[in-house]
């Protein structure tokens, strides 16, 4: 009896952890363009391939690993390169804050992966998909993202850009369309779920082209002051209907 | 060598940020007013991931970046398939760019 429910416990879990596979195909494809793009500049950089693959698997953090490359270009210090990595990738800090609130953290064993996964795509995805969070299923959305990022990485350093030109730079989309298309259901439903995203993405819009703080800072300003706009001027009530 | 140092940096960095709500939020409960201002995080960072980057996802030929915006909320006003929604901006951002002779 003890076995039969483990084992059907297990079957659960690999079940929910393909669910999260077959999710994470939009991000899969969105991460490609740009991962193979990492991997040929990082070449051209004159990084090896396994720093290149490390690069990838141990940060999984597109933009800062990018920044990085430019930094190590430009012979900017190790220590200033993680100092500037570290600001431009904190916004992760109010994602997992959010995160935190809605996933199964009872069950801690699986917190470290969970929250090693965790990327603006896939901390989209679950904020507004609500209807599936179990550990495995999250998982399996979380890396099959990772292994997208991780072998488009390797990929693009060997064989540079394999993908056409024109398709490449469209491609360049995807995750955009990703955001929006996670996006507009949820404005459908809730009007001040809209007019707080217009804020985030206005301030957003007008510190980056006045450029008032490094990229990173930008953002998370950006999304506390919209958050905090919600915070203050929706009531009880009407925070129910998000 | 010095390279490696840098990624083991950059990751302890990257991680921390990622995984400390997580232990925190699992031992203590956030305060009302942190919480009030979580509820909101989701549209706020959604809207701040989207703009401006989505208008410069082309660089040098926003109106491909636009068509694929345009796209995007099209189709997803209609259609729920997220998967949908991104072939559709990609294939409208492709068609502008093949005929801007991109």
Request: charged share 10%; proline share 5%.
């Amino acid at each position: 009896m003890m076995i039969n429910n483990s084992l059907s416990a297990q079957t659960g879990q690999i079940s929910e952890l393909r669910q999260g596979m077959m999710a994470s195909l939009p991000i899969f494809i969105g991460y490609i363009p740009v991962a193979v793009t990492f991997g040929l500049l990082a070449k051209s950089t004159g990084v090896t391939l396994i720093e290149a693959f490390l690069f990838s698997a141990l940060v999984f953090a597109g933009a800062s690993q990018f920044m990085a490359l430019q930094l190590i270009q430009f012979g900017v210090s190790p220590m200033q390169i993680v100092t500037v990595t570290f600001i431009m990738n904190f916004r992760h800090f109010l994602m997992s804050s959010y995160l935190s609130t809605i996933f199964p953290i009872n069950d801690r064993s699986w917190l470290p992966l969970i929250s090693f996964g965790v990327t603006d795509e896939s901390f989209a995805y679950f904020s507004t998909q609500k209807q599936n969070r179990r550990s495995h299923f999250i998982m399996g959305l979380q890396y099959s993202a990772y292994v997208s990022w991780v072998g488009g990485t390797v990929i693009g350093y060997l064989f540079g850009a394999i993908i056409p030109r024109t398709l490449q730079a469209s491609m360049g989309m995807a995750l955009y369309a990703l955001f929006i298309a996670l996006l507009i259901p949820e404005a459908k439903k809730s009007l001040p779920a809209t007019i707080i995203a217009i804020i985030g993405g206005l301030v957003h819009s007008l510190l980056t082209w006045f450029k008032f703080f490094s990229t990173g800072w930008n953002i998370i300003i950006a999304i506390l002051v919209a958050a905090g706009i919600g915070a203050l001027l929706m009531d009880e009530e009407k925070e129910e209907c998000l | 060598m010095n390279t490696i140092l840098l990624i083991v940096g950059m990751m302890s960095v990257t991680f921390l940020p990622r995984y400390l709500p997580f232990i925190a939020f699992s031992r203590l409960k956030p305060p009302r007013l942190i919480k009030r201002l979580l509820r909101f995080i989701p549209y706020a960072a959604l809207g701040a991931l989207i703009l401006p980057g989505a208008t410069m996802a082309v660089p040098g030929y926003p109106w491909a970046a636009i068509a694929g915006v345009v796209a995007a909320i099209v189709c997803s006003w209609f259609r729920k398939e997220i998967i949908l929604t991104v072939l559709f901006s990609v294939a409208a951002t492709f068609l502008v760019l093949y005929f801007s002779g991109y």
